[in-house]
């Protein structure tokens, strides 16, 4: 995950003394030292649930921690004399595990950048699940807090696997029977095998594309979304692709055209048809 934080960059939280930011599994602290300050200065405790940080017989920062850590795995340094870098591990590093603060009641973010934490973190989520796509350099908007909704993944590892098996219910539609939302594929014989989609190299190759990532990871949160993007020919180039793929699976029926993924076999009849 190193290399999406360096290309991401980090979103701070200014405070008095420095700035701590935090990633799905890290909190990093950044104190500002008096130039030349030596490690015998310092004191820094990182406890299970304490943090206490004294510079020169001050105490600068004390406090417990909003959530579990991972104390042996916690550590501090000094840089060049005049920064100290504190690295806290959290127990729990899932994108809906953001920190609301540094320690309990201090040195909260503004809702601004707070926002902007659970945005990247989601983001995190989405490029672990997907590590052959590269969301550093992407936006999100919609339902990104909390850790975002639960998606299927499109890279070359799948987190989880939508149920299509059944028609989806809705009291104020077809009286139960609702129409799939655009984007879902289905197929006669359910969902296909795709696993040995999702590890061709010609489609890892294309989601390594931040365009391509970004657009398919938008038509995943809103499938209304796909007419946007139909004068864009590098994106209905890699949608009519998958869909061709699918076919060759089995997963989508043989009379649907390339791109067209708006029916499935749940929702074929005429609405005459629906009770």
Request: net charge negative; hydrophobic share 30%; with cysteine.
């Amino acid at each position: 995950m190193a290399n999406f934080d360096e290309t991401s960059g980090a979103v701070r939280c200014p405070t008095q003394w420095g700035s701590w930011y935090q990633t799905m599994e890290e909190v990093f602290v950044e104190v500002n030292l008096p130039q030349g300050t030596s490690r015998k200065q310092v004191k820094c405790d990182i406890k299970s649930k304490k943090l206490n940080v004294i510079i020169n017989d001050t105490t600068i920062i004390s406090g417990e921690f909003p959530a579990a850590i991972k104390t042996d795995e916690s550590t501090w340094t000094i840089e060049d004399k005049k920064l100290l870098q504190i690295y806290i591990l959290k127990a729990h590093s899932t994108a809906d595990q953001c920190w609301r603060s540094l320690l309990k009641g201090q040195y909260a973010p503004d809702d601004h950048v707070f926002d902007e934490m659970e945005k990247k973190q989601t983001l995190q989520r989405y490029q672990f699940e997907n590590p052959g796509m590269d969301f550093s350099n992407a936006d999100i908007t919609g339902n990104y807090h909390g850790g975002g909704p639960q998606l299927p993944s499109v890279g070359p590892q799948m987190a989880e696997v939508p149920d299509t098996s059944s028609p989806l219910q809705d009291p104020e539609t077809h009286n139960g029977n609702q129409e799939p939302t655009p984007g879902a594929i289905g197929g006669s014989g359910g969902i296909p095998d795709t696993s040995k989609l999702l590890k061709d190299p010609e489609i890892i190759e294309a989601f390594k594309d931040p365009e391509i990532s970004r657009a398919f990871m938008d038509i995943s949160q809103t499938p209304t979304n796909i007419p946007e993007y139909q004068n864009n020919p590098k994106i209905q180039g890699i949608i009519q692709k998958v869909s061709e793929k699918l076919i060759n699976l089995g997963g989508a029926k043989d009379d649907m055209p390339p791109g067209d993924t708006s029916r499935c076999d749940t929702c074929s009849a005429d609405e005459s048809e629906v009770p």
